[in-house]
């Protein structure tokens, strides 16, 4: 007997938002269906740890048992890939359950296989390929299928999330998956102009962006901060604008074949006509002021822009779009074309005229033009044309695809520009709700969805809105910190772009990201031990527990909010500190104020908090002799202070909630304060315990 089920959390079906009584209802309900069925209800209850969550799960009876024998078959039309993945999935497997497999490399057919995967055709990596698979899960047999080998290696990557333990066997568990993505773009852009980023961290990533279905690597390698691409057509940008930091040829093939062994694309951005001081810091010659650039090393929007009305221009990125395209296989190629704010522009005379001749009213209309013609270069070279959502103009051709990034930070509705795209007849990505710079929870990325349901569109709108991309712009972020600043909080994106809409449990989805994270960092991630090296780094000891209490209950400063006007951190700056050790989801943080709300609702004992503020009460005193010895940690003292007086009022309200007591003249007001001042930054960080002490203290109002 099986059960079907969709979009699976923990082993459960998925309630809707029901009343309590309505799911206390259903549940007794299914409870009954189980019984009836000869079903165990417990059985269902074994948590699945998948991320995404697969499309459609039949759950089985039983398990497969994993031995030493365990081997893998290839049948059917396949890309060398598949084997290259397969072998990778076996040693990764092995690694998980210590087994020692006989089979030591996947190359073909193989007799009595325990895991057989049949594949129809070479995939492409490409955008709109079949990345569909059927796995069949049995106690003595494995069967993937697909029509492609990219469609088997996604299939590979649920199977081993599937690897767990029953009875001190390692097992998967008997069941039958049938999967596709629900978007074909599901991508990941990772600025390496503004910080370099070397190769290391580049693979690590392309790893870890397979294990989670995501299939498309963005690099912006031009910003007013670096020129990273290897041009041989103009030297003079990687001797004046690299800092010595750029890719070489060689780099980006190994990059390229690396993420296409894993079925992911890679796609380039040259951002023109803004963001160009690092071109014009070599050719000042193409810019629309005339004047001596210099790489700029603090964060913002700056003035240097290419001249539209200089021939001269396009002749250069001609020659180095020439170039890229060569390098660069995707059909796809990225022009930037955000924040071009026009200031120099409106300053130059010759470009006001060149405006009046040829009936361009405006800075946007001028754009276009320079756009278009871009865009001819590109045709060229065989390439479409992608870029920033103000790239999108009347005048825009339409097979240009609209990465729509502005939102509610920049003024506009949220998803705004994504639906207007749609609707004037351009493909689009989405990226709005999905900058992990900015630091937001989990939570808030998770629940951005490209194309909701009940969003008024067409079938044939819907179907131009290709799917999601993540941000991360790397002002603040550097090769040590990058993976704690992606991780695993991409790996909650690229369920949204991969899983079935419903799919929108936030509690059960920070469950399985727990999982997730550790197998994560099992591929050489470092988003977990990297905080710990940067305590070390900052105690000058490795007596550093009274700062991972604090800092698992602190957050980086959200949005642009951290680097205040740009102007606080430079290219060059430290960015090792104290925010950088903290993430942007505090666990501990999130999980004590999910325990105060249970506390007061009567589900919790009061012991369990008690234990945790006795332990937060007494951190400052052990916090101060490492502030003592370091200098850089002077600036979160004050932070620590406060984190200690919250505690002492939790447990103050607890005593008296517990006691039935009332709080004694001026003691509220006293609470107020103290909450006031622990909201004040502390080592750019905040504290995320507020809420839950706020909630206890709340419950004595009035009394």
Known sequence: MTLKVSGIFSGHILLPQLSVMMKKSFQYQLTLIFLLFGLSLSAQETALNLMPVPEQIEMGEGHFVITKRFSISLTGTYHERLAHEATRFLRRLDQKTALFFDQHKVSGERTNASLTITVERPGEVRLHEDESYQLRVGTESIELNAQTDIGAIRGLETLLQLAGATNGQSTFPVLTINDSPRFHWRGLMMDVARHFMPMDVLYRNLDAMAAVKLNVLHLHLVDDQGFRFPTKAFPELLELSSDGQYYTREDLDDIIAYAHQRGIRVIPEIDVPGHATAILVAFPELGSKDTTYTLERYSGIFDPTLDPTNDAVYDFLDQLFAEVAEVFPDPYFHIGGDENLGRHWNENKDIQAFMKANNLATNHDLQTYFNIRVQKILNKYGKHTMGWDEIMTPEMPKSAIIHSWRGNWEGLVAKQTLYDAARAGY?????????????????????????????DLTPAERSRILGGEMCMWSELVVPETIDSRLWPRAAAVAERLWSPEDVQDVQDMYRRLAIISLQLEQLGLKHISSRNVILRKLAKSKDIEPLKVLVEVVEPMKGYTRNTNGTLYTTFSPFMLWADAATADATVARVFNEDVERYLSGSLEANQLRTQLDLWSKNHKKVLPIINRSPALLEIESLSENFSRLA????????????????SSGWVTQCQQVLEEARENGGRTELQVISGIAMLVDELKGL
């Open 648 to 663: 002492v009022i939790g447990l103050e309200a607890i005593g008296l909630i517990e006691s039935g007591g009332k709080p």
């Open 427 to 455: 493909e689009t990505v989405l990226s709005n709700g999905y900058y992990l710079d900015l630091m937001m929870p989990a939570s808030q990325h998770y629940l951005v969805d490209p194309a909701p349901a009940d969003m």
